[in-house]
C-alpha cells in the first residue's frame, strides 16, 4: 500500500517553544490530509483537516492559532504546535488521502513538552 | 457521523476466532463500514471495509447484517501478534477517505 511517513518519530522541547511536525506522502499525491491527537489510552481525535493550496479546517474546540497547519505541496502537510506547554504533550498522527480515496496513516509523533 | 458502540476490551487465545461487533444505529444509507488496528505508539492500519453482507480479505472477515445497524469483524485463528486495539468507523460515502471520526475501540489481548 501507500506510504506516509512523519518526522521527527520523537521530540522532547521546553515550555514555550514551538514544534514543527511533518507528514509526508512518499509514493502519491494528497491533496487531503488530515492530523489527529492521541493522549494515552485513548482514541485518536481528528484536529483538523489539511488541504493543498488553502486553508485547514479545523475541528470544534481546536485553536487554530495555536495549532498551525501548512500543506504547500501535494506531498507535505506540516503542523505547527506554538508555545508548546505540558499538556500538549501528546503522540500526534497525519493521515493522508490517496488518489483512489483511500486513507494512509503515518507513524505518528510523539511530543513531550517538559 | 454515525456513533459507534464498541466493547472495550476482548481476551481470546492464540489459534481461536475472535469475533468484534460494532454497533452503529444512526448509520446512513451512503456510510460505509471500515475497521482498523491499531499497535501501541503506531498510526491505525486498515484492516477491511464492506457496506452490506459479507466482506473477507486475507486477514479479516467483515459481516454486515441487512439492517446495517451492526457489524461484527471476525479474524480467524489470531495470534499473540494481533494484540491490538481494533477501531470500527462509519462515515459518509467511501469512509476511509473522508473526515474520519474514531471511537473508543476494542483492545483486544491474545494470550498464549
Known amino acids: 500500500g501507500a506510504v506516509v511517513s512523519q518526522h521527527p518519530s520523537w521530540v522532547i522541547c521546553k515550555s514555550g517553544t514551538s514544534v514543527k511536525i511533518e507528514c509526508r506522502s512518499l509514493d502519491f499525491q494528497a491533496t487531503t490530509m488530515f492530523w489527529y491527537r492521541q493522549f494515552p489510552k485513548q482514541s485518536l481525535m481528528l484536529m483538523a483537516t489539511?488541504?493543498?493550496?488553502?486553508?485547514?479546517?479545523?475541528e470544534q474546540g481546536v485553536e487554530k492559532d495555536k495549532f498551525l497547519i501548512n500543506h504547500a505541496s501535494l506531498t507535505l502537510s506540516t503542523l505547527t504546535v506554538t508555545s508548546a506547554h505540558p499538556e500538549d504533550s501528546s503522540f500526534y498522527i497525519c493521515?493522508?488521502?490517496?488518489?483512489?480515496?483511500?486513507?494512509?496513516f503515518g507513524p505518528g509523533t510523539r511530543l513531550t513538552v517538559l | 457521523l454515525a456513533k459507534t458502540t464498541q466493547p472495550i476490551s476482548m481476551d481470546s487465545y492464540e489459534g481461536q476466532e475472535v469475533n468484534i461487533t460494532c454497533s452503529h444505529n444512526n448509520i446512513a444509507t451512503n456510510d460505509y463500514i471500515t475497521w482498523y488496528q491499531q499497535f501501541p505508539s503506531q498510526g491505525p492500519r486498515f484492516i477491511i471495509q464492506?457496506?452490506?453482507t459479507k466482506v473477507t480479505n486475507e486477514v479479516a472477515s467483515l459481516f454486515i447484517p441487512a439492517d446495517r445497524k451492526s457489524s461484527t469483524l471476525s479474524l480467524p485463528r489470531v495470534s499473540l501478534s494481533d494484540t491490538a486495539v481494533y477501531y470500527c468507523l462509519v462515515g459518509d460515502g467511501e469512509t476511509s477517505g473522508s473526515r474520519l471520526t474514531f471511537g473508543e475501540g476494542t483492545q483486544l489481548t491474545v494470550n498464549p
Open positions: 464492506g457496506y452490506k
Open positions: 493521515s493522508a488521502r490517496h488518489q483512489n480515496n483511500e486513507q494512509f
Open positions: 489539511s488541504n493543498e493550496g488553502s486553508k485547514a479546517t479545523y
